[in-house]
Structure formats: structure tokens, C-alpha cells
């Protein structure tokens, strides 16, 4: 028999003093008490309760293993309600990873869900590559790109693209492309981890797909830096669409070549597993799900 139970129902003979007492206020059968009360007696080789037609009393050792049985149980309710706190209400850590390229728009929406949820606090980790989630104990990563893992859950937040950009310096000093091949000509930064390496892809309108082989004077891991060196002038970006909206809005760079645009990519919540998915998680994800609601309106 379950031994959780049979201890149970132990506690509750000694509490209402007697087989028919418990029985009642567990909603069992006299005979199934007494099964379980008997059931762990043989499992420890003891008696616990003395038996009479009137009454049940506890022995010596009955005494002792009830006190430390109840604080079994007590704790356990204790844990069980805790339990059920966090389900309703998020606390502990939050431990995330992004990669950098995304950080400076997630700021915004940490700040927001650590002043809705106080008794969140956050964990951050920035990493390029894909992160072994379970083996680093994370509850969830922001990524841009498709994941190798299909073990892993991912819920889609909003569509991107990169966009063709340079600033307005930039074509001061330079013939503004007007065909993908005259982007060879060209200094294009160019980012380590873009999916089709040093061949530029875009699509166009009917959705087919072009590429063009690029070059440059910058190689790195780094979106940010991407993005600095196209703003001052010095090179042509393939950058992504929500690291330059406000770049773009502002005028600190302009789109080129308008008949073509990168492939579409989409940044996912990912986590390890879809059951009991913590209040925490669950929270930061529809947050997250509503924020970047307004990056889908921009890009449509």
C-alpha cells in the first residue's frame, strides 16, 4: 500500500481516537483503516497502536513514531503549500539568457516585470551561441535564429529581418548601390554568426531569393558593433530589423536597394520543457508576447 497514506491515516486514528472516527473523517471504510494501520505495522515488524473494543491507544514506540510522522506530515503540507504559492504568485529567480543583439530591447521589459513581480529577482546570461539549457539550469533564452535542438519548446514573439542600411555619411562619400552585385563593391560588415556566412541573402517581392557574396573590413560576434560602425559612416549593414527601427526613424541611417529584403527570421521564448511550466516563466513569456507585439506592427 502507499506508505504516504497508510501514514496518514495513522495520524488520523491517533487524532480522533479511534478506527471508526478517522474512518469517518477520511471518507474510508473501517476495514481499509485498519489495512493501512496494519500495513505499516508489518512494514516496521512493530506494534503501534494497542486495540481494544472501546478504544485504541498508542505504545511506546506507537508514541514515538507518531511525533515524528506528524512533523513528516506538517512539513509536507507546508511544502505543498509553497508549492501552491509559486503557481499563483512568481518568486525566486529568474535565470534567462539573450544574446546581445536583443539586450538593449529586453531591458525595458525586465525593468517593467521586476517592478510588477518584486519577489522575481533576475538572472542574466549573454551568450551568441545557443546555451545547453538544462546542463546550465536556465528557465528560458531569447533567441533570433532557428534552434538545432528540436527537444526544446519554442514560442514565437514576432517575425524580423534584416535590413540593407548605411548611413547618410556614408553615401556621401560612396555611389549608392543600385543592384545586389554592386554590393562586392562595397565594405560590408559582416556578422560571425549570420546563417549564410559571407553571402548576403535577400528575397524579393515574389519571394525568391538572390545572393551575393560580400566583403569587408569587419568580422564579429557582435551586432552592436555592427550597428556603430554603419552609423558613423564607415561601412554597409545587413543589420537586424529591431536592433535599427529607431536608427531608421531617425534618419541615422537609411534602407537601400528597397526592392529586396533579408529572409525572415523569428525571434523565439525558448524553454526546456512545455509541462509545469513555473508562474515566473509563464509571466515574463506573455510579457515579453505583448512588447513585441509593437515590433510586428512596425515591421508589417
Sequence with gaps: MDRLTSLSVFGKVVEYGGFTAAAR?????????????????????????????RKVSLTET?????????????DLEEADLAAGALTTTPRGILKLNSTAAIVRFL???????????????????????????????????????????????????TPWRHILVCSPDYLEKHKAPTTLADLAGH??????????GDDWTFENEAGERSRVKVSGSVVTNSAETLRHLAVNGRAMSLAPSFLVSDDLAEGRLVPLLPDYRGVEFTISAVY????????KVRLFIDLLADRFAEHRRWMS
Design 107 to 157: 531591458l525595458p521589459v525586465l525593468d517593467e516585470f521586476l517592478l510588477l513581480y518584486p519577489s522575481v529577482t533576475l538572472d542574466l546570461g549573454i551568450s551568441e551561441r545557443m546555451v545547453d539549457m538544462v546542463e546550465d539550469g536556465y528557465d528560458l533564452a531569447i533567441r533570433t535564429v532557428p534552434l538545432a535542438d528540436n527537444s526544446l519548446i519554442a514560442r514565437k514573439l
Design 62 to 74: 506507537g508514541k514515538f513514531y507518531y511525533d515524528r510522522s506528524a512533523q513528516i506530515l506538517a
Design 25 to 53: 473523517r477520511l471518507n474510508m471504510s473501517v476495514t481499509m483503516v485498519a489495512t493501512h494501520v496494519q500495513s505499516l505495522e508489518e512494514r516496521l515488524g512493530v506494534r503501534l497502536l494497542n486495540r481494544t473494543t
Design 187 to 196: 565594405d560590408c560588415t559582416r556578422y560571425t554568426y549570420y546563417p549564410y
Design 272 to 279: 526546456p520543457n512545455r509541462s509545469h511550466l513555473p508562474t
